[in-house]
Every structure is written in structure tokens, then in C-alpha cells.
């Protein structure tokens, strides 16, 4: 299941493998109703800490979340304490997807010549690091996935 503030996104989602859609608004309540309130794992991309916060109350007793998500450093996570001990829920953080670059390389591109982790459609533009201002304002607003920066330009070699 994917949320998603943007339709094309939550569309992407869709052909990449996700099952259902959502907008931020409707997911909780709608997810929760679809899986009978058994959500056993969440995975936090954006680096809000509202939205991490939801992913907590939206994990079943045990659940965990999982944040990828950056968020800026002066946002502070308020969640109810007894969340962990009383509900034994979990919140780990993954930085850059604690990737172990020897292992999970070989195994990426693996994925990729199988046609089971398609980046090329997550890549919605190159821009030379002269437009990074661009690159970022696209970010922002949500029009962008992944985009590539190209320094070949910038290089005296």
C-alpha cells in the first residue's frame, strides 16, 4: 500500500506493484479497515514527523515503522510513550538504507536486470549542477522522484 500527497505518484505505485493507493487523508482509517487494524510494518519516506507519528498509531500491537525520511533537524517527534512499552511497538530509523555497498550493489543490479526494481522509471531527470536550484524546487513540490545531478560539466580533469 502506497500514500501519497501527488495522484501521478500514487499512480506510479500502482504499476510498480503497490495493491492500493491513497491520499495522506484517507489512508489511516481506509488502511486500517482494509486490514482489519493488522498493519505490521510502515515505511516512513517523506521525514515528517506528523507522518511518522501516524505510521506509529497506524502499526498493530508489535508493529514496527521504519523511517527513511529526512527530516530537518530542528522537527521533533511527539508520540505517546506507552506506544513502545505498553503497545511494544518499534521505531527504527534507516539512514541512506543502511546499505552494505559490497552486498546490496551486486544485489540491486541483480533486481534491475530481472525487471524487479524498475529505477528507470523512479528517474524523472538529469540536470547539470548549474540548475540544482531547479532539481530542489522540483523536490519540493512533489512533480519529482529521483533525479540524477551531472557534475561531467563541472569537472577539471
Known sequence: MAVDPVPEKRGLAL???ATHAYA??????????????????????????KVMA?????????GTVVSVGLPAPD???EVPALAFAGEGKSLLGSYMGDAVPRRDIPRSLDLWRAGLMPVERMHTG????????????ELASGRA???VIDTSGMLNV
Open 15 to 17: 504499476q510498480l506493484g
Open 24 to 49: 495522506p487523508g484517507e489512508a489511516v482509517e481506509t488502511i486500517r479497515e482494509l486490514t482489519s487494524g493488522v498493519v505490521e510494518l510502515t515505511v516512513e519516506a517523506v521525514g515528517s514527523p
Open 54 to 62: 501516524e505510521c506509529l498509531t497506524a502499526v498493530a500491537r508489535g
Open 75 to 77: 522537527r521533533v517527534l
Open 126 to 137: 538529469t540536470l547539470p549542477l548549474t540548475d540544482i536550484s531547479t532539481a530542489m524546487e
Open 145 to 147: 522522484i529521483r533525479q
